[in-house]
């Protein structure tokens, strides 16, 4: 049948032209297009969930470290009220943002917390003071309320503590905050 087509007139040679270039697998200009388009449509929909991806990771580590700076505070309080034997500051059915205590049988007496611009400071005896939280955490609240009950003689030192982040630059937009109450028998 080719060869019969080429025999005849011009016509049929230019439509064998055209059968022949799609045959060969070739695209057209409407096709190439058309995909195209497809393909940017798709690259953008992955680049949207990707991005969104990663916010929410940053969001997720934003308010895990705010909350394990906040729990590790706790748990120096609660280390240095364990085996108390006096409590100095706040004093007894008051409320402060000091805490001053002093443990039985140890060497670095008197232990104090204190909240200066956003920082804990543990401080153990005559020693400088130690920050506790990073820099990255900031702490807005850190109050002692010390009762005691004088039926029994025991007192309790109730603890509020609030934590969140800095914003580290004008990228990071997302802001988290944990407040932790506790209660500590001594």
């Known amino acids: 049948m080719l060869i019969r087509l080429f025999k ?4 049929q040679r230019v439509v064998l032209a055209v059968n022949s270039l799609k ?6 200009l409407v096709e190439s297009l058309i ?6 449509i798709f690259l953008g929909l992955a680049f949207m969930v990707t991005a969104q991806m990663l916010e929410n990771a940053n969001k997720v580590r934003i308010k895990l470290e705010v909350s394990e700076e906040a729990e590790f505070i706790l748990k120096k309080i609660e280390w240095a009220v364990t085996g108390a034997a006096t409590t100095t500051l706040p004093s007894a059915n008051s409320t402060g943002t000091v805490l001053v205590i002093s443990k039985a049988n140890f060497p670095d007496n008197p232990l104090e917390f204190s909240l200066v611009s956003g920082i804990v400071y543990l401080k153990r ?3 400088t003071s130690t920050r506790l939280n990073n820099d990255r955490v900031s702490v807005s609240e850190l109050l002692f309320d010390h009762r005691r009950d004088d039926t029994n003689g025991q007192s309790i ?3 509020t503590l609030t934590a969140k982040n800095k914003k580290v630059g004008d990228g990071e ?5 944990t407040t932790l109450k506790t209660a500590y028998k001594i």
């Open 173 to 177: 937009i997302f802001e988290a905050s």
């Open 125 to 127: 005896g005559a020693a």
């Open 8 to 11: 005849t007139n011009t016509r």
């Open 157 to 159: 030192i109730l603890v």
């Open 23 to 28: 045959s060969a697998g070739g695209f057209t």
């Open 35 to 40: 995909y195209s388009a497809l393909l940017a």
